[in-house]
């Protein structure tokens, strides 16, 4: 940079008209309150609402500040560009939760697939078998599913899925049932011919029945050292077959479920409390059943 140059940005001051200075900051936290209204009313996200809108006035005002000063300075602008230009997000922040539950753990977790919709139809014999299993805390147990990803009623590319577990080891077999393609489960008699389909082709002991369906919106990242998978599940909904069939259930749950292999038990442990929430046991399954139907009682 010749000196003329460098003279020139050197010399590079700031004017700003007090009035105009005022009615931008008016005109900019109105804004920001129409949107935060907006955002209280409308947003369909699972965080405080109402604790997180509070940041838009702030961001608001701060960003037309920042504004009336760069456009009236040559030197500040190109500061800017430049500044901006070093930052680089390469996956989009699509929910706070996933934010303060992953991007601010010691795993560095980035986004892995694209977004997909989560169906399952479970299965149980007449005994509720499985369920009772699960709330008594049997180890030795397992779990029946037919599970496909798109619309929540209609089968696409369905697999069963017989998950066994034995302790903490947990064993999956998968079943690809082209037979029961496009099947809508709204259809007592297509549901009727799912129950009929997996009794016929597995053979099972006792007789199996569809219980519930679950339906949700699933999210998958991994560690920045591709060795800690973790997915984020929201917009749960069950569907009982039991009683009340056709009623959909919603629930306010955001589920996050980590996995990966033994081996690295002690890796996560050590980094798992900088996430900033409590791990439990839980089942979408066991949930559904006990807040939908009543045939335990």
């Not at 009035?19 to 804004?31: D, E, H, K, M, T």
């Not at 009236?72 to 901006?84: D, E, I, R």
């Not at 934010?99 to 694209?114: A, C, N, V």
Request: glycine residues 2%; contains cysteine.
């Amino acid at each position: 940079m010749n000196n003329e140059n460098f003279n020139f940005f050197a010399n590079q001051s700031v004017q700003i008209d007090l009035g105009n200075f005022i009615i931008s900051l008016i005109v900019a936290s109105i804004l920001s309150l129409l949107i935060q209204f907006f955002y209280i009313k409308f947003s369909s996200t699972l965080s405080n609402r109402i604790h997180f809108s509070k940041n838009f006035i702030v961001l608001g005002v701060t960003t037309a500040i920042i504004i009336m000063i760069v456009k009236n300075s040559l030197a500040l602008s190109l500061g800017l560009v430049g500044a901006l230009s070093i930052v680089r997000f390469r996956t989009a922040i699509k929910e706070p939760e996933e934010l303060i539950y992953l991007f601010r753990s010691h795993f560095f977790f980035k986004e892995q697939y694209q977004n997909r919709k989560v169906n399952s139809i479970y299965f149980d014999d007449l005994n509720y078998s499985s369920i009772k299993q699960n709330l008594d805390g049997v180890s030795d147990k397992k779990k029946y599913r037919i599970r496909w990803y798109g619309d929540y009623n209609i089968l696409r590319k369905p697999i069963f899925e017989i998950k066994s577990k034995k302790g903490f080891e947990v064993q999956k077999k998968n079943c690809l049932l082209n037979e029961l393609e496009n099947y809508d489960l709204l259809k007592s008699d297509d549901l009727n011919r799912i129950k009929i389909c997996i009794n016929d082709k597995f053979k099972f002991k006792n007789e199996l029945i569809p219980i519930l369906s679950t339906h949700y919106l699933r999210h998958y990242f991994i560690s920045s050292n591709n060795l800690v998978r973790a997915t984020v599940d929201k917009n749960l909904k069950s569907l009982s077959f039991v009683k009340n069939l056709g009623f959909m259930k919603e629930y306010t749950d955001l589920i996050l479920e980590m996995k990966y292999d033994l081996n690295l038990d002690s890796f996560v442990r050590k980094n798992i409390d900088s996430i900033p929430v409590r791990f439990s046991k839980i089942s979408k399954f066991i949930n559904a059943a006990t807040n939908a139907p009543n045939f335990l009682s």
